[in-house]
Nanobody, 115 residues
Framework: QVQLVESGGGLVQPGGSLRLSCAAS????????MGWYRQAPGKQRELVAT???????NYADSVKGRFAIAGDNAQNTVYLQMNSLRPEDTAIYYC?????????WGRGTQVTVSS
């Protein structure tokens, strides 16, 4: 059983910052990729950022230069530092874990950017 526990969401004013964390626990071997997706009301879930086992990263164009993803392999944890937040970043942010043959999702954490 694999569990993903997310934390760090909340309400922030435009231009502010938040840091999301996601810790993976349970029985598994090598992690291929961890990352974050988000889903705003009425929209499809979309990629935010991912990091692979070699440290390679991938970002949505809309967050490049503002968000940074980092991983701690020893702790099976991934972080998302979000700076210069905009109202359009408001969404539920889901942690994602891809193993060799299966994938897992966290329950999501709400991020609201509003004045």
């Amino acid at each position: 059983q694999v569990q993903l526990v997310e934390s760090g969401g909340g309400l922030v004013q435009p231009g502010g910052s938040l840091r999301l964390s996601c810790a993976a626990s349970g029985s598994f071997f090598s992690i291929q990729t961890m990352g974050w997706y988000r889903q705003a009301p009425g929209k499809q879930r979309e990629l935010v950022a991912t990091i692979d086992s070699s440290g390679g990263t991938n970002y949505a164009d809309s967050v490049k230069g503002r968000f940074a993803i980092a991983g701690d392999n020893a702790q099976n944890t991934v972080y998302l530092q979000m700076n210069s937040l905009r109202p359009e970043d408001t969404a539920i942010y889901y942690c994602y874990l891809r193993l060799r043959v299966t994938s897992y999702w966290g329950r999501g954490t709400q991020v609201t950017v509003s004045s």
